[in-house]
């Protein structure tokens, strides 16, 4: 029987909440199956462990994750640690050692999800990002200098390589194709005269090679615009990594809310693990009330189900949300329900018993 190595990272706040639902529902998954099987090994790195150690993960921390087929991660972030701290030394740098280059975020509006737009119907929002995930906007370079001093300047450096725009944007080319959908790049060339014009170019010069591929370029700004007036224009969307972060904030917002946003951290040539966890934070202000929704978990669970080459299963699981988003019967407050984290992933992994 073939079986999957989970390093999982809950995390902080809702993390650990949110990831023993995962958790759950994956076992629940593979017991169904009877093909293969999970072994979770937990790590209890996060912000509490920096507060006893100094630091956020071991110093061989990459090194021991290596070896693992996936991470599952829950959340990271806590009052007391800054933040730049927290996720510089623990997610983003697994996404950059790893080479996760892809960050495919689905921003899909299930059958009764809460939408705020007005006159959307759920076929209207089907979209998947592909988020750079290494470098642009998050490249870490910069400087500090004549720190606290009156003159004191800042320098935050973004940074853009030809291949490293090329793969991802040839990824998005690629799924674009296979799904037959239009590719829609998202940048912002007419101020960023340097990164985005290269981009830009790159988008274009990429795409000579899939000429069946109808490709749609927009600003920024006008994006965030029409995927709030007009969300049926994007299917597959490719943009940087900044812009990936805010925009899928903003599909989670009209796509059902925070607690259904999944993500992927991909390395596609499947060099090392690929990371799968929801897009939403620690959520401090909702942390140990048993108040998270573990809807947005259980759909990256389905996107590691995808990515272990289980696809019934993965759909099986977007189904099984859709069902419940559609009854209201066993929902979470963020949802307008009164149901806690457990009986959600509960009410998941006996939706998944009873189908066939
Ligand atoms: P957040 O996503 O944690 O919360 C934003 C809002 O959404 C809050 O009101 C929260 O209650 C709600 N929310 C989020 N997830 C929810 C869920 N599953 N169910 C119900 N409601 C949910 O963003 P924030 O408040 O800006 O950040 C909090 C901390 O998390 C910060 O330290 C931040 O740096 C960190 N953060 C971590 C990640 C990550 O680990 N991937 C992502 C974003 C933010
Ligand atoms: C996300 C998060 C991270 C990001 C933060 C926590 C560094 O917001 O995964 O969307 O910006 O990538
Ligand atoms: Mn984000």
């Given amino acids: 029987m073939t079986t999957h190595k989970i390093a999982v990272i809950a995390g902080d706040g ?6 023993a639902e995962g958790i759950k529902v994956l076992n629940a998954a593979a017991e169904k199956d009877g093909s293969f099987r999970f ?5 209890p790195w996060g912000c509490e462990y920096y507060k006893e150690t100094g630091r956020m993960m071991p110093e061989n921390g990459i090194d021991i994750l290596k070896d693992f087929d996936a991470i599952f991660l829950g959340a990271v972030g806590a009052p007391g640690v800054p933040d730049h701290i927290s996720l510089w030394d623990l997610l983003l740098i697994i996404r950059k050692k790893f080479d996760q280059y892809i960050n495919l975020r689905p921003v899909k509006l299930l059958k009764g999800a809460p939408c705020p737009l007005k006159d959307v119907k759920p076929e209207d929002i089907d979209m998947i ?12 370079s910069g400087s500090w200098l004549y720190k606290d001093k009156p003159n004191e300047v800042v320098i935050q450096n973004g940074v853009f390589s030809r291949a490293g725009c090329e793969r991802v944007i040839r990824y998005a080319y690629e799924l674009a194709r296979s799904k037959k959908k239009t590719l829609t790049s998202i940048s912002k060339g007419n101020a960023l005269n340097y990164s985005m014009v290269f981009w830009d170019q790159i988008f274009s010069e990429v795409g000579k090679e899939y000429p069946d591929v109808e490709t749609h370029s927009y600003l920024v700004d006008a994006a965030s615009m029409f995927m709030v007036k007009d969300p049926k224009r994007f299917e597959v969307v490719v943009t940087s990594n900044l812009f990936g972060d805010i925009l899928t904030d903003l599909g989670a917002a009209i796509a059902g809310g925070m607690g259904l946003a999944a993500g992927a951290n991909l390395d596609p040539e499947r060099r090392f693990p690929s990371m799968f966890e929801p897009i939403h934070g620690s959520a401090p202000d909702i942390a140990g009330k048993g108040m998270a929704d573990p809807l947005a978990t259980v759909w990256s669970a389905s996107q590691m189900l995808d990515f272990f080459g289980h696809e019934e299963l993965g759909k099986e699981l977007i189904d099984i949300i859709e069902e419940i988003l559609v009854e209201e019967k066993v929902l979470t407050p963020d949802l307008g329900g009164d149901a806690t984290t457990v009986m959600v992933g509960d009410e998941v992994v006996r939706k998944l018993g009873k189908s066939k």
Avoid: H, S
């Fill in 39 to 43: 072994e979770f090994t937990q790590f």
């Fill in 14 to 19: 809702i993390g650990p909440e949110v990831i």
């Fill in 129 to 140: 990002f592909v988020r750079e995930n290494t470098e642009g906007e998050y490249a870490g």
